[in-house]
């Protein structure tokens, strides 16, 4: 029964991309869904169900079930879901996808970012430098300052994808940060992006970014060997 309803939710997903269930549109009832696979209410019911987890459909009471219209929050709910789920060999294309958007993240940053921002990765840095002893505290301001980046960048598509990678980056970087001095090259790297957003150098910051991702990517590679 599980399988047929993930079959269901399978074509009813790949409708609603194809755009021949546009948003805003109703659902089918129960019942004509019933019809058209042959299944129970139950089984429907459970492929609706697997829908509305991934933020594809609506309910609103005594109405019906409708094909939810587009949003950056539904982008950023599939994204943290697969960040979540996926298995420790997919988390260096996780890395990669990071190095990818962050790069550009701060290059937009360096021509965008208001005095609010900048003040807030002032602070956010030197929240680090004080009180670097716990990881827990940390990794939270690490992410932290690479989300408030995203922002900066004015990009909302990128502020959203980067906020759905934050549980799984604050995990990882909790579980797999040693005793030895990790803390003086976090630290060093977000001062050289902030010192080239500041000065407004778009391929500085670039580079400045992606630099210290790489050294992240390293690490995890140094890990898994």
């Avoid at 546009?22 to 042959?38: I, M, Q, V």
């Avoid at 933020?55 to 409708?66: A, D, M, P, Q």
């Avoid at 980046?149 to 549980?167: P, Q, V």
Wanted: charged share 30%; net charge neutral; aromatic share 4%.
């Amino acid at each position: 029964m599980q399988r047929r309803s993930v079959q269901i939710a399978g074509e009813l997903e790949q409708e609603i991309l194809d755009g021949k269930l546009p948003p805003g549109e109703r659902l089918p009832s129960e019942e004509k869904l019933c019809e058209r696979f042959g299944v129970s209410r139950t089984v429907i019911r459970e492929a609706i169900q697997q829908l509305r987890g991934r933020r594809l459909l609506r309910t609103i009471k005594g109405s019906g079930t409708y094909i939810s219209d587009p949003s950056l929050e539904s982008l950023g709910s599939a994204v943290e879901s697969y960040s979540v789920l996926a298995e420790e060999s997919d988390f260096l294309e996780l890395i990669d996808f990071r190095i990818l958007i962050e790069t550009e993240c701060a290059r937009l940053a360096a021509k965008n970012a208001g005095e609010q921002v900048i003040r807030d990765l002032r602070r956010i840095l030197d929240a680090m430098e004080k009180s670097p002893v716990s990881k827990d505290k940390f990794s939270k301001a690490d992410i932290a300052f690479h989300l408030t980046i995203a922002r900066g960048s004015g990009n909302g598509i990128y502020a959203i994808l980067l906020g759905a990678l934050e549980k799984r980056c604050i995990a990882f970087a909790q579980a797999n940060r040693g005793d030895g001095d990790w803390v003086t090259p976090v630290i060093s790297g977000h001062r050289e992006i902030l010192d080239a957003i500041e000065a407004s150098l778009p391929d500085k910051a670039a580079d400045a970014m992606r630099k210290h991702l790489l050294s992240s990517r390293r690490h995890f590679v140094d890990l898994d060997r």
